[in-house]
């Protein structure tokens, strides 16, 4: 009688020790996965760095025949061997045939998460015994105004609008689908886009701007959607996310994640239209899809890299490195730097061809004034005004 007590105990014991480790495991991963977000408030990395926990709990199991929480113990404890287990998980993820970017990123969170429960990771012993496999640089295909062209001819407004603001502004998706109307400045010339630094991916706001192209498609879709209007202040919309999710359906997951939804309903709309036409649905050397809103954000940089220089580009793109250069340039500098670009941003062969028209226009202007100018000169001063003969009758 007493055996069986005594092994009810312990079972007892048992149970309430592994729902006590199971209940720490999971609040240290919440811990962790919570401070991921705290610091970059992306949502994406979040769910990267989740995935990367998945991967390591299956790889304790399968390698090891023991949870998460007893390998990091086991490390700590140094019954087991840090670099050892770290080697181990690298060739894990390899055998899974993850890829090279998708394992070193994988291998970062568990790095994040073993520093989260103490453990130490000297950089140096680290990169002496721990290899990686090398990250393959593939070729890309570069796209061209008429392959976007062809892309927008059949798409929705709101798809097309979005398609103009990525190849016009350098903005990444995710900051698109977060733009407020009190983020887009209509008063200014060029229109600039106000990115906020809680929708920005490195964390700080910038600006960039739009073409006439692009303005003149959102002033149409804000007026469809939301009734905006022109020369009007739209209070009641300045808080307004103008590339939201339109429709009410899947409501929960919208409320779970609107940011999401919304990027996530506008690369299935792009994904869909690019089906439809069989040559645009092109393939990359590593076997991704040619198309898609990064690529757009990559037209940008070249275009406007090729007009402006490498620094203006990264910059309105958000890259940190260049922002403290494109900040020390004078207001009126950095507009007139965007619109020497803009007739080489503007996709529609008509926008480009009604703004060389303007500049021809204005040109033209400025030689009649000239030449006027020369006339009361001569005048003035009792010069002989030449005739001049028309080589053209």
Not at 14 to 42: G, N, P, W
Not at 57 to 83: A, G, N, P, W
Not at 223 to 237: R, T, V, Y
Not at 257 to 280: D, F, G, H, Y
Request: net charge positive.
């Amino acid at each position: 009688m007493k055996y069986i007590k005594y092994i009810t105990l312990n079972i007892s014991t048992y149970t309430l020790l592994f729902m006590t480790t199971q209940l720490t495991s999971q609040q240290v991963a919440t811990e962790f996965l919570d401070s991921v977000y705290l610091i970059s408030h992306s949502e994406k990395t979040k769910i990267t760095y989740q995935t990367a926990l998945n991967h390591f709990r299956k790889f304790s199991q399968y390698y090891y025949d023991l949870d998460e929480v007893q390998v990091v113990s086991q490390i700590k404890s140094e019954e087991l061997d840090l670099y050892q287990v770290i080697r181990n998980f690298v060739i894990y993820l390899d055998k899974k045939k993850i890829k090279a970017q998708g394992l070193r990123t994988y291998l970062s969170g568990i790095k994040g998460y073993l520093r989260h429960w103490g453990i130490r990771i000297n950089s140096d012993d680290y990169k002496q015994m721990i290899k990686v496999p090398k990250v393959v640089r593939t070729r890309e295909i570069a796209l061209t105004k008429e392959m976007i062209l062809r892309i927008m001819r059949n798409s929705s407004s709101k798809l097309q609008t979005t398609i103009l603001f990525s190849c016009s502004s350098g903005l990444r998706i995710g900051e698109i689908v977060q733009l407020k109307l009190s983020d887009i400045d209509f008063d200014s010339v060029p229109i600039k886009i106000n990115v906020r630094a809680e929708i920005a991916k490195g964390g700080s706001s910038r600006e960039t701007f739009i073409t006439t192209e692009t303005v003149k498609a959102l002033k149409d879709y804000l007026k469809k959607n939301f009734s905006w209007q022109e020369d009007h202040p739209n209070w009641n919309l300045q808080e307004t996310v103008v590339f939201g999710r339109l429709s009410q359906n899947n409501i929960d997951s919208i409320a779970k994640n609107p940011t999401q939804s919304a990027k996530q309903m506008l690369q299935t709309a792009l994904r869909r239209e690019i089906e439809k036409i069989p040559e645009l649905s092109l393939r990359n050397e590593n076997g991704r899809r040619a198309i898609h809103f990064h690529a757009f954000r990559k037209y940008f940089r070249t275009i406007l890299g090729n007009v402006c220089g490498r620094d203006y580009a990264e910059a309105l793109m958000g890259h940190g490195f260049y922002m403290d250069t494109y900040y020390q340039l004078p207001e009126d500098k950095k507009r007139q730097m965007y619109l020497d670009a803009e007739p080489h941003l503007t996709l529609s062969d008509v926008e480009a061809v009604e703004k060389n028209i303007k500049k021809l226009s204005e040109k033209n202007s400025q030689l009649e004034e000239k030449f006027n100018d020369l006339l009361e000169y001569l005048r003035t001063n009792s010069i002989e005004i030449p005739i001049i003969k028309n080589t053209n009758q």
